[in-house]
């Protein structure tokens, strides 16, 4: 009798030690999905915040523009001058709401990214035929020495950086600048760099650009932001399991770069078309975008 009383109690202690090890990993599990969670709500106020913030003011300086325009309170070289700067509050609007469509696209409630695979040249063609406008008017350069590649991320997320850093550099190049895009793969990671020849960033700028303070400078023609910052741009690469960097000298320029990472199964493939081909073919398409100074 004491025998089996003594093999109950045992049986009953490892089924107790069983069931609070079992509570003790949910309740772990618990407190890092909260965490997740109250990291991505933080990203979430941040992109608002922003976002809000350089929406209110293009819009107030276009309606500004437009009641001075309607109580006739403008001569006509005065509405000449003001011109490009109502142009450029309508294209920073434009590209905010951009970024506010596309951030739909990929589920804003969570932020949770959705990645599928996708041809990282694609995203570059399109988005440089979106700011053609933008090379025109500052007469930069674009060469476009993207190759096609597959990557494993949230497109909408990656559009939105890839956007955002093109914008960014236009706005630091002056007439006559270039800006280059070119990816490549390193160690099983698609790496994609933004260079440009523009005014270059300082080592103590460059130490703000990732941080979690908004930091915003005027570009060469005045520009202001396009909203959502190179902080947004951080954490949205985070969320792929992806890395961004940045290497500039003053009055040289500057390179963007973005990691991400590629699906195994495109990996195979790439391996395999790679033996099968006998005499090696160019890999990219070099487009040269030159654009006459007005």
Same mark, same amino acid.
């Given at each position: 009798?004491?025998?089996?009383?003594?093999?109950?109690?045992?049986?009953?202690?490892?089924?107790?030690?069983?069931?609070?090890?079992?509570?003790?990993?949910? =309740?772990?599990?618990?407190?890092?999905?909260?965490?997740?969670?109250? =990291?991505?709500?933080?990203?979430?106020?941040?992109?608002?915040?922003?976002?809000?913030?350089?929406?209110?003011?293009?819009?107030?300086?276009?309606?500004?523009?437009?009641? /001075?325009?309607k109580d006739g309170q403008l001569t006509? !070289?005065?509405?000449?001058? /003001?011109?490009?700067?109502?142009?450029?509050?309508?294209?920073?609007?434009? /590209?905010?709401?951009?970024?506010?469509? =596309?951030? &739909?696209?990929?589920?804003?409630?969570?932020?949770?990214?959705?990645?599928?695979?996708?041809?990282?040249?694609?995203?570059?063609?399109? @988005?440089?035929?979106?700011?053609?406008?933008?090379? !025109?008017?500052?007469?930069?350069?674009?060469?476009? @020495?993207?190759?096609?590649?597959?990557?494993?991320? !949230?497109?909408?997320?990656?559009?939105?950086?890839?956007?955002?850093?093109?914008?960014?550099?236009?706005?630091?190049?002056?007439?006559?600048?270039?800006? +280059?895009?070119?990816?490549?793969? &390193?160690?099983?990671?698609?790496?994609?760099?933004?260079?440009?020849?523009?005014?270059?960033? &300082?080592?103590?700028?460059?130490?703000?650009?990732?941080?979690?303070?908004?930091?915003?400078?005027?570009? +060469?023609?005045?520009?202001?932001?396009?909203?959502?910052?190179? +902080?947004?741009?951080?954490?949205?690469? !985070?969320?792929?399991?992806?890395?961004?960097?940045?290497?500039?000298?003053?009055?040289?320029?500057?390179?963007?770069?973005?990691?991400?990472?590629?699906?195994?199964?495109?990996?195979?493939?790439?391996?395999?078309?790679? +033996?099968?081909? @006998?005499?090696?073919?160019? &890999?990219?398409?070099?487009?040269?975008? /030159?654009h006459k100074s007005q």
């Open positions: 009798m004491f025998y089996l009383k003594r093999n109950n109690r045992l049986k009953y202690t490892r089924e107790l030690e069983a069931k609070n090890k079992k509570i003790e990993l949910q =309740n772990e599990a618990i407190l890092e999905q909260s965490k997740h969670l109250e =990291n991505i709500n933080k990203v979430k106020d941040k992109l608002f915040s922003i976002v809000s913030h350089d929406l209110k003011d293009s819009l107030t300086s276009t309606k500004g523009f437009i009641d /001075l325009l006509h !070289d005065e509405f000449q001058s /003001l011109l490009p700067e109502l142009s450029e509050n309508a294209n920073n609007a434009s /590209l905010l709401l951009f970024n506010l469509l =596309n951030w &739909s696209k990929s589920q804003m409630q969570s932020l949770e990214p959705k990645p599928t695979l996708f041809d990282i040249q694609e995203v570059f063609i399109e @988005k440089i035929k979106l700011m053609d406008q933008k090379f !025109d008017a500052k007469g930069v350069k674009l060469i476009d @020495k993207t190759l096609r590649d597959f990557v494993y991320a !949230d497109r909408s997320m990656i559009e939105i950086v890839i956007q955002n850093l093109l914008a960014n550099a236009v706005k630091f190049c002056n007439r006559g600048d270039q800006i +280059t895009v070119t990816n490549q793969i &390193s160690n099983g990671k698609s790496i994609i760099s933004i260079e440009d020849t523009g005014v270059g960033i &300082s080592e103590e700028n460059q130490r703000k650009l990732f941080g979690n303070n908004t930091f915003t400078t005027r570009g +060469t023609n005045k520009e202001k932001g396009t909203g959502l910052g190179l +902080t947004i741009c951080r954490e949205l690469v !985070d969320l792929n399991k992806g890395k961004i960097w940045v290497e500039s000298e003053i009055n040289i320029g500057s390179t963007f770069y973005i990691e991400l990472p590629k699906s195994i199964i495109h990996e195979a493939v790439d391996l395999q078309t790679t +033996t099968s081909v @006998k005499k090696p073919q160019p &890999s990219y398409s070099e487009h040269y975008h /030159l």
